[in-house]
């Protein structure tokens, strides 16, 4: 009897070491890198923070919610990674941060969001500053979040709902998805309508950082 | 919160104390030692990479009946904190979080010969993790076990009264994360665990 449990474990143990599981297709990355074409050559703009950088020390302006969207913004972004590649912080002084995320001007009450569709109630700029040489950037990377008020008029609740969704989107470029997706079921799409980022957006998160940067990070 | 329970719980190992009168033949045995630990992801990202626990520590408590002469049957938790780390097939290794894995076991020892002996059991392992990275949406359950041990007694005075033992622990079991799922893992992945440990007893009719 117990010689035939023991055979049975061992049959356990040795059937258990056998299988391996097959990686998973990872299809629908969208372009993230930058590029440009002068003459004949193009030069690709590839950038990720790297791992001696980890984590990225974000400011956030400390003016109305800014702080809540940004942190939620950087968890939102962490937790696309499955393996540790992006880390964030949100840090009180401006001079320490790799990021800043500023108001353009006027800063939104802070009033719980009604996610009601509000065409162009909010946007957001990200901003890189390349050193002389094209091949780093000079100082921190600066994001700006504007309340629109060309379109139809939204609702301070519509305001809030559309800022989280660029702080999202913003903080995508800021780590390093450069361009836009062409699909607006994607938060990098150029006017983002979902609230988080889709399978194709983690993926190309994860695909951009296990490439090699052509883009250094600014001084420490 | 994690480092908390972790270090309540190494306390109440090492102040632990054995009731003073244990049934002759029941025995408490605490063994700490150091355990590997195989791949638990094997990933290819643009590059392949594995994801990996750090060398770790390993403390078990074991309650042992001695059946009859030459048998004993113990119910053994065994925990272990560990670092996670991504190794790169391209060269690096990088922080990748950090867990703790209970297993909880019932095992049939056979002693086979002077002070040796070897144990098969049976149990449960589970990852305590805080939700990030792979067990970004839980850790997976409870996986069973299955473990063999090797134990040698030392021949000597002192380690006879305290009943100190040596123990190669091998377990393996099938891991996988709800997050792992959602990316496209289809099936788990067999994991192999090793320790060395030291181990020691009070109560029952020491080793044989």
């Given at each position: 009897m117990t010689r035939s449990c023991a055979a049975a474990l061992a049959g356990g143990l040795a059937l258990a070491a056998c299988t391996d599981p097959a990686i998973p297709d990872r299809g629908g990355v969208y372009s993230f890198a930058d590029t440009s074409i002068v003459g004949v050559d193009t030069t690709v703009y590839l950038f990720h923070w790297p791992v001696a950088r980890m984590p990225v020390r974000f400011w956030a302006?400390?003016?109305?919610n800014m702080r809540f969207l940004v942190e939620r913004a950087v968890g939102v972004w962490q937790d696309q990674f499955l393996y540790g590649e992006l880390r964030g912080v949100v840090v009180n002084d401006s001079g320490s941060a790799d990021v800043l995320v500023r108001w353009t001007d006027s800063v939104p009450p802070d009033v719980p969001p009604d996610t009601t569709p509000a065409p162009n109630a909010c946007g957001g700029v990200t901003t890189f500053d390349y050193d002389s040489t094209g091949l780093g950037l000079a100082g921190p990377v600066h994001v700006s979040m504007t309340v629109l008020t060309g379109g139809p008029p939204a609702s301070p609740a519509q305001v809030q709902a559309c800022m989280r969704r660029v702080a999202i989107h913003e903080l995508g470029h800021s780590i390093g998805l450069l361009r836009h997706s062409l699909f607006d079921e994607d938060i990098m799409y150029g006017s983002p309508s979902v609230d988080y980022p889709s399978r194709f957006d983690r993926r190309s998160a994860e695909v951009l950082y296990h490439s090699t940067s052509t883009i250094g990070p600014p001084p420490p | 919160m994690k480092g908390v329970r972790t270090a309540a719980l190494v306390a109440l190992v090492v102040t632990a104390r054995p009731p003073d009168r244990l049934t002759a033949q029941v025995s408490l045995h605490l063994a700490a030692g150091v355990r590997y630990s195989s791949t638990l992801v094997h990933d290819s990202i643009v590059t392949p990479f594995d994801l990996r626990p750090a060398l770790a520590p390993a403390l078990l408590v074991s309650v042992r009946d001695e059946l009859r002469p030459g048998w004993s049957a113990d119910a053994t938790l065994d925990v272990t904190p560990s670092g996670l780390r991504r190794h790169e097939t391209t060269g690096g290794s990088f922080d990748a979080g950090s867990f703790t894995a209970f297993a909880f076991t019932v095992g049939l020892r056979r002693h086979f010969a002077p002070g040796a002996s070897a144990r098969l059991g049976v149990g449960g392992l589970r990852y305590a993790a805080s939700q990030t990275g792979v067990f970004r949406e839980g850790s997976g359950g409870i996986f069973p076990l299955g473990t063999v041990a090797a134990t040698y007694a030392l021949p000597l005075p002192f380690a006879r009264k305290r009943q100190l033992e040596v123990e190669a622990h091998y377990d393996v079991h099938q891991f996988t994360t709800p997050a792992l799922r959602t990316e496209g893992f289809r099936e788990s992945r067999p994991v192999h665990r090793v320790a060395l440990l030291v181990r020691i007893g009070w109560g029952g009719g020491g080793t044989p």
């Open positions: 302006d400390p003016r109305g | -």
